[in-house]
């Protein structure tokens, strides 16, 4: 049974940081591709961030240079490192994963609000 359980989450006011955290069971982590997607109330879920098996990654242009995703083969997990939040950046997150690209499997999410 594959579990994707995410953590991190929670209200941040504008300027700060926050890392969210994925723990992944029940799949053979290191060979597949893992991501980060949020969405924001009323609108649709988006791609954050991705990273492949061989660490590659790719951003949504709206963080690129503020959020950093990142993999630990050897405890089963993913993170991203989110600095300069907006309140653009509210949202629930999401962890996903999948053999060759993100979307094959799904984490319950983490709320997190930006706001003063």
């Given amino acids: ?3 994707l359980v995410e953590s991190g989450g929670g209200l941040v006011q504008p300027g700060g940081s926050l890392r969210l955290s994925c723990a992944a069971s029940g799949i053979i982590f290191p ?4 991501g ?3 969405q924001a ?3 649709q879920r988006d791609m954050v961030a991705t990273i492949t ?6 951003y949504a242009d709206s963080v690129k240079g503020r959020f950093t995703i990142s993999r630990d083969n050897a405890k089963n997990a993913v993170y991203l490192q989110m600095n ?5 950046d509210t949202a629930v997150y999401y962890c996903s994963s999948g053999r060759s ?3 094959q499997y799904w984490g319950q999410g983490t709320q997190v609000i930006v706001s003063s």
């Fill in 1 to 3: 049974q594959v579990q």
């Fill in 31 to 34: 060979i597949y591709a893992m």
């Fill in 36 to 38: 980060w997607y949020r």
């Fill in 41 to 43: 109330p009323g609108k």
């Fill in 53 to 58: 098996m061989g660490h590659r990654t790719n």
């Fill in 84 to 88: 300069s939040l907006t309140p653009e």
């Fill in 101 to 103: 690209t993100p979307g």
